[in-house]
C-alpha cells in the first residue's frame, strides 16, 4: 500500500510538472508572437507617419474575450505590477486592481517590505510580494548581495507573466532604481511586454537603453513625464502645434516603442502611426487615474491572446500593432469609466448629503 501511495505521489507530481512545463512552454511562444507582430513581421504595406482619431470603442468591443467555460486559472492573463514604497502604496494597488477588473486573472505586486502590508489590507485579490528594498534598510558592503537576491526573487516569477508594470509608486531611491533596471532587463530578455509609468519613466528617462528598440515595452507619460523624455531625447521643449509629429519621431528615436501621451485627448503612437482618443472622460484631473490606465494595457495581453489562439476579429488583425492597439483601448476603457465615475456622483451633494 505505502508503494503504492508512492507511486500515485510520484505520477500526481510527474503531472503537476508536465503541466507547469506546457504551460511555461506556452506562455513563451504567446510572447514570442506577439513580438513578432509587434516588430511588423507579416504586415505588409504600412502606411507610415500618419494621424487619426482611433475608432477606440470598436477596437475596445473587438478585442474583448467572450468568457470560455473551458479555460482554467491564468489563461486570461497574469499581470505583474514594480511599485510601491513607504510613501506610495495607493499607485501600486490601482494599477493591479485595474487589470484584474479588466479580466485578468491574477495579479502579482512586488514592492517594498514597508509597502507590503498597506497594499495586502487593501485587496486580498492581490499577491504581494515584499522583495524590494531601498538604500536606507541596505549597508553599503551588502548592496552587492541584496540586489542580486531581490532580482532573482522577481525573475524566478517572470516566465508566469504575460504583461510587466513598472513605476506606480515606486518612488527614486538610488538603490531602488538599480534594482528595478535589472528586472527590466530580465523582463525583455524573456520578451515580456513592459509598460512603464510613473516613477519608472524617470528611471527611463537617465537610462533609456533599457527600453529603446524594445517593440513590446510601452511608454505612458503625463505632461511633466513627456516634457522629460522630449528634452531628454529629442533635446528641444514640447512643441504642442506639432505634437503628432513630435510624438511620432520621439517613438522612432526610441527605436519603435510605443507611447501613450496623456493629456486632454490621449495621442498613441509607435512611431509609425499616430492614434488619438479624444473620448470625454472625467473633467476631473485627480491622482490614481493615471495608475489606473497603467495597468489598462493589460489589454494588449488580450490582443496578443487572440492573435495568438487565431481568434482575431478582422477588424483588429489586419496590420495593427497590438501594442498601440491595447493602449487605444486601455485609453477608452478609463476615459468612458472616469465619465460614468464623475456623472454618477458628479456634485459634491451627492457624495455627502451633510454638504
Request: glycine content about 8%; hydrophobic content about 40%.
Amino acid at each position: 500500500m505505502l508503494v503504492n501511495h508512492g507511486m500515485n505521489q510520484l505520477a500526481s507530481l510527474s503531472i503537476a510538472r508536465s503541466y507547469s512545463f506546457a504551460s511555461s512552454i506556452a506562455a513563451v511562444l504567446r510572447r514570442q508572437s506577439f513580438l513578432i507582430r509587434a516588430r511588423g513581421g507579416g504586415v505588409h504595406n504600412k502606411v507610415h507617419s500618419t494621424k487619426t482619431e482611433a475608432d477606440a470603442v470598436s477596437i475596445l468591443r473587438a478585442i474583448t474575450p467572450t468568457l470560455d467555460p473551458t479555460r482554467h486559472k491564468g489563461q486570461a492573463g497574469k499581470i505583474a505590477v514594480i511599485g510601491g514604497c513607504r510613501e506610495y502604496t495607493g499607485a501600486p494597488y490601482f494599477a493591479a486592481i485595474s487589470a484584474l477588473k479588466i479580466g485578468a486573472d491574477l495579479s502579482h505586486v512586488f514592492c517594498t517590505k514597508d509597502a507590503a502590508p498597506v497594499i495586502k489590507s487593501y485587496s486580498p485579490e492581490l499577491i504581494v510580494h515584499p522583495v524590494l528594498e531601498e538604500s536606507y534598510s541596505v549597508r553599503e558592503e551588502e548592496r552587492k548581495q541584496v540586489s542580486a537576491k531581490v532580482v532573482a526573487e522577481v525573475d524566478k516569477w517572470m516566465e508566469r507573466f504575460d504583461c510587466l508594470v513598472v513605476g506606480p509608486g515606486l518612488g527614486r531611491d538610488p538603490f531602488l532604481l538599480d534594482c528595478v533596471s535589472e528586472i527590466m532587463k530580465q523582463a525583455r530578455h524573456s520578451n515580456v511586454p513592459i509598460v512603464v509609468d510613473g516613477d519608472g519613466l524617470f528611471l527611463v528617462a537617465n537610462s533609456l537603453h533599457l527600453v529603446h528598440g524594445y517593440p513590446l515595452a510601452v511608454l505612458t507619460p503625463n505632461v511633466n513625464e513627456y516634457k522629460r523624455l522630449v528634452q531628454t531625447v529629442l533635446k528641444c521643449e514640447v512643441d504642442d502645434a506639432d505634437a503628432h509629429g513630435q510624438l511620432s519621431s520621439l517613438a522612432k528615436q526610441i527605436g519603435g516603442v510605443t507611447i501613450l501621451r496623456k493629456g486632454r485627448s490621449d495621442l498613441i503612437s509607435d512611431g509609425d502611426i499616430v492614434n488619438s482618443v479624444s473620448i470625454c472622460g472625467s473633467p476631473r484631473r485627480c491622482g490614481g487615474q493615471g495608475d489606473i490606465l497603467s495597468g489598462s494595457p493589460f489589454l494588449l495581453v488580450l490582443v496578443l491572446q487572440y492573435f495568438y489562439l487565431g481568434h482575431a476579429k478582422p477588424f483588429v488583425a489586419a496590420d495593427r500593432n497590438p501594442t498601440v492597439l491595447g493602449c487605444i483601448a486601455g485609453s477608452a476603457l478609463l476615459r468612458k469609466a472616469a465619465s460614468l465615475a464623475f456623472e454618477t456622483r458628479k456634485s459634491l451633494e451627492d457624495i455627502c448629503p451633510a454638504y
